[in-house]
């Protein structure tokens, strides 16, 4: 099995950023994708993505079956949303934990919540999504969507064994057309797949990230 570099590994947060000054859209302006509400904000940061990656969701679209469609639940995340889910899953960790260092719990933490100082999500890049049919019904993928790895017993994991046959092939057939367009995911969450962020840059070798956090709005 191959080493699974997490969100915490030094070697992310070396990976310098070189932001390219892409806007953030609204995912809903156009039809290309489904757009599920069970993340929503008040000022719908979650349906927000940096151009360039909305862009590779729409050309992924077209390579899934006819009845099958992306369902987007989450993209751009403010970097204080994403400190607050930091925390509170760290506090649990370290309730569940009392013996584990800081470091440990950091990088436990980070399997499920990824740092604020590196969170793909809060620079646009992320996209938390899954499958759906034609009519919106969401396909079996072994667990549900943001499923940690304490209550799945690991089944979050992109590769992980204890999912059926059928979940299996539907992680496939979403990570095959993901790929092609150039996004890479993250193997403790098989719903998260991200592109040119400093996750992105390590993984596929590029020498630096081409989008950092943004604190501004989503209009930007």
């Not at 991200?194 to 990230?209: H, K, N, P």
């Not at 956090?213 to 930007?220: A, F, M, R, V, W």
Request: proline letters at 6%; charged letters at 25%; one cysteine or more.
């Amino acid at each position: 099995m191959t080493e699974i570099v997490l969100m915490s590994d030094p070697k992310v947060g070396a990976i310098p950023v070189v932001e390219c000054g892409e806007r953030l859209v609204d995912v809903r302006r156009g039809d290309s994708l489904l757009v599920d509400t069970r993340e929503q904000d008040p000022a719908g940061a979650f349906a927000h993505l940096r151009e360039g990656v909305l862009e590779r969701l729409a050309k992924a679209q077209t390579m899934l079956p006819q009845d099958v469609r992306l369902l987007f639940v989450e993209g751009y995340r403010p970097p204080s949303l994403q400190q607050e889910y930091f925390e509170e899953y760290t506090e649990q960790l370290r309730a569940a934990h009392p013996d584990w260092s800081t470091e440990q719990i950091h990088s436990a933490a980070s399997r499920y919540v990824s740092p604020p100082d590196i969170a793909p999500h809060s620079a646009g890049a992320a996209v938390d999504l899954t499958l759906a049919d034609a009519c919106g019904h969401e396909l079996d993928l072994g667990t549900r969507m943001n499923a940690d790895p304490e209550e799945s017993e690991g089944a979050c994991y992109t590769h992980a064994a204890n999912i059926s046959e059928e979940a299996r092939a539907n992680r496939k057939l979403l990570g095959t057309a993901l790929t092609a367009v150039g996004l890479v995911n993250y193997p403790t969450e098989w719903w998260h797949w991200s592109f040119g962020d400093r996750y992105w840059a390590l993984i596929t070798g590029e020498a630096a990230a081409l989008y950092g956090p943004k604190e501004t709005g989503p209009d930007s």
